[in-house]
């Protein structure tokens, strides 16, 4: 994998080389095996065992737990020292992305290899590692993270629970965890705590321990496979051998944990997507109304070819985001510190790939219990439980309103340090727009997906100008306006994923390799609705901050900037919607 | 033992066929491809061999390069190494054509026991086992549901076999044959076990051998036509009193539907 731009954000100032973008065509067989052992695992062991999950059968979901670690699935980012593969992070995600369909299981896998293991592999000390990994990767030891309290949720630095240090080194730990995943029947959580109630730290706490116990299991709208309690520590002694990272610096621990973790659920959004369009497109294709299949109707292959479109932006969007991390990782093994500088670098990239998975996702369930009517409503249909389970990706790593206000606030801080040109940029563009013809830029003539391009382009600058705008206004209160910043990462969400699907979309035309008018298809209907998207939240955003002579300025530059004409995207959705139908579902690569 | 495998890469089995314009064989452009079936049961019982008596498991298959992702996948389950029989012609090459250019290749190999699935998910002839056992010169059996090696068999000696046949009507048959022999495998024997993500990675490390399709072999059969199965609603209304009716339905079932 050839990548020259490896800076997080880098593409919102300067073009990506087709070339240097990975995308799901570019698997390889290693890739596309693992794709399918997860599959088959999946659907061989998992899904046949879901209602005993539903009933809490804990033991069973113990032995799932083994029987992934005897695949490897839960080593894929662990050193081979430690029992694991160290393996690519498109592995991870392909492992996460086919895990994904089993919905409860998939939860449990989660807090299990992205939020046990892979703080331990970033910032556990020598020991930690040899003590906890191997057993974490082999499933015999199951794994939690306890950062939640009932009072603080996205104020996870809020948190109460206290550690005081003993004489002896070792630490004894206070406090209530809430909506702790697998606390029912984990053996090592990692659990944050405030060292004499200020310096915010994490630790690695086993089960075992005395005065650790889990709550009662929580009634939740979905996801009853998996476990949900609150963890309680009554006076825990603690080993001084067991802080995780340094003392005080606990959000380092927490934060690169979550921007790993964003990037892996955004994964699972794709699986949970491509599953739904597969269930939908079968039914629509069997059930028949007014004498015809309901794929036949407009309404149904709107809806269809929308949740086809969507899908394709957060599925480019994701993968490039793996190939990024990658190309900044490659040549050989590292240390814990530099994986997790790797994942910081790409933490804007990871949060959109959160914010825009999870919404797609519920977008495509939502059409799903649609498409199903009736049928849909009920529980004789896996529609009505896809739709409960996948409610809590909005809420949980980071809810998409936190990582909403971090998309663009991650963005000016690095600009602010000199890190991003994005202040340079900005002025430039502002001088730009402001004079009296905006200079055209100049694109290679490819012939593919041109208008796209431009298209695309001018998002980026409807960005800067919005940004721009934002911190030229509000300077550092700029992380009050949260209004402002929501519709900022609107943009640049749409700005990344339109990019990345319409790049996406010239490599198949390129290569000429199957379904390739699909391909074109998603990017150019994406793109399309993109345009509407961004528009409306640049109004929305540029009325908010100014008004009068420099708003009807800006206002006038925005239409310049943003010339796009519209697609008949009705004829894209009808091609994407009778291509999913024969073929059974969202089948591309 | 010295245990080679053959399988062959077979459209996938929730692909909607679609016939080339010419209508002598499918699409392949838009075609996603999976091991055969009863393939992937005769790796399976290899590799169980090899865990119980040692030695080797060797995968071969005749096709296109595209063939090689199968060949990867049995190396991720545990084959040993692999020998490809290249050639863009055996895409849809009848059973001779395909038994001929494995024969080539593994003539030399000298292996104990060579195991195939009974037939293909594609063009389910179940000939090409039956005419590489004759090319091979070695004595087969065919659709086997148990394989019992001679326990005084070793790597490197000839030995001895019993298998047991599926034959018609529930019923089964016992064999003793002599090594080597080849025999034809029947689905559902034993429990497939999945390409670890260890396995996967190991496989890129493994050799596969290209061999080149041996000069003079010509298609012995040819396809005439394909045609999509015609879908077709027949009601049958039997008359006469409930008693009569009924009998007539079990006879019907059972000696036109054959479905009792």
Redesign the interface.
């Known amino acids: 994998m050839e990548t020259t731009l490896t800076k997080g954000g880098a593409w919102l100032l300067e073009d990506t080389p087709d070339a240097d973008v990975f995308t799901p065509e570019k698997l390889s067989d290693e890739h596309r095996l693992m794709a399918q052992t997860t599959d088959e695992f999946i659907a061989n062991e998992v899904l046949p065992n879901l209602d005993r999950l539903e009933e809490k059968d804990w033991e069973l979901a113990r032995t799932l737990i083994r029987r992934a670690g005897d695949l490897g699935l839960l080593g894929t980012n662990v050193p081979e020292e430690y029992g694991g593969l160290d393996l690519d992070k498109v592995s991870s995600l392909i492992v996460a992305e086919h895990i994904a369909r089993s919905a409860s299981f998939a939860v449990t896998y989660g807090g299990q290899a992205n939020l046990c293991i892979l703080p331990i592999v970033l910032f556990g000390t020598e020991e930690q590692k040899r003590q906890y990994l191997p057993g974490l990767v082999a499933g015999e030891l199951v794994g939690a993270y306890a950062l939640s309290e009932s009072g603080s949720g996205s104020d996870a630095l809020a948190a109460k629970t206290r550690a005081t240090k003993q004489a002896d080194g070792s630490w004894v730990l206070s406090g209530e965890k809430m909506w702790i995943t697998n606390g029912g029947f984990a053996d090592v959580i990692i659990v944050f705590a405030k060292v004499d109630g200020e310096h915010f730290t994490a630790f690695i706490v086993e089960k075992r321990f005395p005065g650790v116990s889990a709550g009662k299991e929580e009634h939740k709208m979905g996801i009853h496979g998996s476990s949900t309690t609150p963890i309680l520590l009554q006076d825990t002694t603690v080993p001084a051998g067991n802080v995780l990272g340094e003392i005080g610096k606990g959000h380092k621990v927490a934060l690169n944990t979550l921007n790993f973790g964003r990037f892996k659920l955004g994964a699972m959004c794709i699986g949970g997507s491509r599953q739904a369009i597969g269930d939908a497109a079968k039914y629509a294709a069997q059930r028949k109304q007014f004498g015809e299949p309901i794929a036949s109707f407009g309404a149904i292959k709107h809806k269809l070819g929308e949740m086809f479109a969507r899908t394709y932006a957060i599925e480019s969007l994701t993968y490039r985001t793996a190939g990024l991390i990658d190309a900044a990782l490659a040549g050989g093994t590292h240390d814990g510190a530099t994986v997790a500088h790797a994942f910081e670098e790409f933490a804007v990239e990871a949060s959109i790939a959160k914010v825009a998975g999870t919404e797609v996702l519920d977008y495509v369930l939502d059409e799903n219990v649609q498409i199903h009517g009736g049928n849909g409503f009920v529980r004789d249909y896996m529609a009505e439980r896809y739709y409960r389970d996948a409610r809590v990706n909005r809420i949980f790593e980071g809810t998409n309103e936190i990582n909403r206000m971090l998309i663009p606030g991650m963005l000016v801080r690095r600009a602010l340090k000199g890190e991003l040109g994005l202040i340079p940029a900005a002025k430039r563009l502002q001088d730009d727009v402001l004079a009296p013809s905006v200079p055209s830029t100049a694109f290679g003539d490819e012939g593919m997906l041109e208008d796209e391009r431009r298209a695309i382009a001018a998002f980026k600058k409807v960005a800067l100008m919005v940004l721009g705008t934002a911190m030229q206004t509000y300077g550092q209160k700029l992380t009050d306006e949260q209004e402002v910043l929501s519709y900022t990462a609107d943009i640049l969400i749409d700005t990344f994923a339109s990019e990345s699907a319409a790049i996406r979309a010239r490599h198949a035309l390129q290569s000429g390799g199957a379904h390739a008018d699909l391909h074109e298809a998603a990017a150019r209907l994406f793109v399309n609705d993109a345009a509407l998207r961004v528009e409306q939240s640049a109004k929305s955003a540029l009325a908010a901050m100014t008004d009068g002579d420099t708003l009807r300025t800006l206002l006038a530059a925005l239409r310049r900037v943003l010339k796009v004409t519209p697609v008949n995207t009705v004829a894209l959705r009808r091609r994407l919607a009778e291509a999913a139908v024969a073929r059974g579902g969202y089948i591309l690569n | 033992m010295k245990i080679a495998v053959c399988i062959k890469q077979v459209p996938t089995r929730?692909w909607?066929p679609r016939l080339r314009d010419d209508k002598t064989w499918i699409r392949e452009?838009?075609v996603?491809y999976e091991m055969n079936e009863p393939d992937a049961y005769a790796l399976e019982e290899a590799l169980r061999l090899r865990e119980k008596h040692g030695g080797e498991v060797v995968v071969c298959s005749a096709g296109p390069a595209r063939v090689?992702?199968v060949i990867?996948?049995a190396l991720?389950r545990g084959a040993d190494r692999a020998i490809h029989v290249e050639d863009d012609s055996l895409a849809a090459a009848d059973a001779f054509v395909s038994a001929g250019a494995l024969a080539s290749a593994m003539a030399d190999e000298t292996f104990d026991l060579v195991l195939t699935g009974l037939q293909s998910d594609d063009q389910g002839h179940g000939q090409t086992g039956v005419v590489l056992a004759e090319r091979l010169g070695i004595p087969h059996s065919t659709i086997i549901m148990e394989v019992q090696i001679d326990p005084s068999t070793s790597s490197g000696q000839a030995g001895s076999l019993r298998v047991k046949r599926e034959l018609e009507g529930g019923w089964f048959q016992w064999i003793a044959m002599p090594l080597p022999a080849l025999l034809t495998i029947q689905s559902g024997i034993n429990q497939l076990r999945?390409?670890?993500?260890?396995g996967?990675?190991a496989?890129?490390k493994k050799e596969i051998r290209k061999a080149s399709l041996p000069a003079g072999l010509q298609p012995s059969q040819q396809i005439v036509a394909l045609a999509m199965p015609a879908r077709s609603k027949q009601t049958h209304l039997i008359g006469g009193s409930a008693g009569e009716a009924a009998k007539e339905l079990v006879r019907l079932l059972r000696d036109e539907a054959r479905a009792l």
């Open positions: 929730e909607q452009a838009d996603s090689q992702q990867r996948e991720a999945y390409a670890t993500l260890k996967i990675m496989a890129k």
